[in-house]
């Protein structure tokens, strides 16, 4: 229970867009369990708040922030604040994200603008203004959540803007982790596959299908060669290992958690 002890994790979409476990919301409490002081950052206040309301039930140390991580202004406010309330970073965890339907024609050049920014430009700007708290300290490990998307095609689920983000967002990382290399500043991705958390009912199971969140998640855990979704437990544990000391020398590289469906051909 104490994996990050004496450490502070600055947690980006550590909310939730509905009821359950998102990917962020998941991280952060773990991460608190584990000994962080976790600093939550969402776009909406009250979603950081839940978290940071879990977190403080079970004793742990939690700040909540409402910030927009695309806007460089809100993003710089972000740093700062935490390490006016911490004096530190030592862990980053970009959870910000969210796919966007269409293929290269019938996308908008605005859809594909903005979920790039949601994507791609978040991640650049939290490690922008980040990096140079966290090499104060040192070491530290920066996590960034990435999608199987931008690694493999999935037939009948065209998101050109978001496999084009993840993709880019994974090449980042490895940019930065061989930068700071030596400067002992480490940086990996975690790939999650269908993952079931409230994302797809709040949002994919309008924007890819009828609406139907049963049917959507149905049809989801059917694609799984494990026969069903992994959830945000998988993704959190993950990257707890790649924020802790015990990956010490992991760094520039993919943590695939997708119960083995991009090493399915077919």
Excluded at 199 to 204: A, C, F, G, K
Aim: hydrophobic share 40%; with cysteine; proline share 2%.
């Amino acid at each position: 229970m104490n994996r990050l002890r004496g450490k502070v994790a600055l947690v980006l979409g550590a909310g939730s867009v509905g009821t359950g476990w998102g990917n962020g919301k998941a991280c952060a409490v773990l991460f608190a369990r584990e000994g962080a002081s976790v600093f939550a950052v969402d776009k909406r206040k009250s979603a950081a708040d839940e978290t940071k309301r879990l977190i403080k039930e079970e004793g742990g140390a939690c700040v909540s922030f409402e910030a927009d991580a695309t806007k460089a202004r809100s993003v710089s406010d972000m740093i700062n604040a935490c390490v006016q309330e911490y004096g530190a970073i030592h862990v980053l965890q970009n959870n910000v994200g969210g796919s966007a339907p269409g293929g290269v024609v019938e996308m908008s050049e605005e859809v594909w603008e903005a979920n790039i920014d949601h994507n791609l430009k978040s991640a650049f700007l939290s490690c922008k203004y980040a990096v140079p708290v966290m090499l104060k300290s040192g070491s530290g490990s920066i996590v960034n959540v990435s999608s199987i998307s931008g690694m493999r095609y999935h037939r009948g689920r065209d998101m050109v803007s978001y496999s084009a983000a993840k993709g880019g967002l994974m090449e980042l990382t490895r940019a930065v982790a061989l930068k700071y290399a030596d400067k002992g500043l480490r940086a990996n991705n975690v790939v999650p596959g269908l993952m079931n958390t409230p994302l797809v009912t709040e949002r994919i199971a309008s924007q890819y299908g009828d609406g139907d969140a049963k049917r959507m998640i149905a049809s989801r855990d059917a694609m799984c060669p494990t026969g069903k979704m992994g959830d945000a437990w998988d993704v959190a544990y993950a990257s707890l290992f790649l924020a802790s000391d015990e990956s010490k020398y992991v760094n520039g590289t993919e943590l695939v958690v997708d119960g083995g469906l991009t090493a399915r051909c077919g």
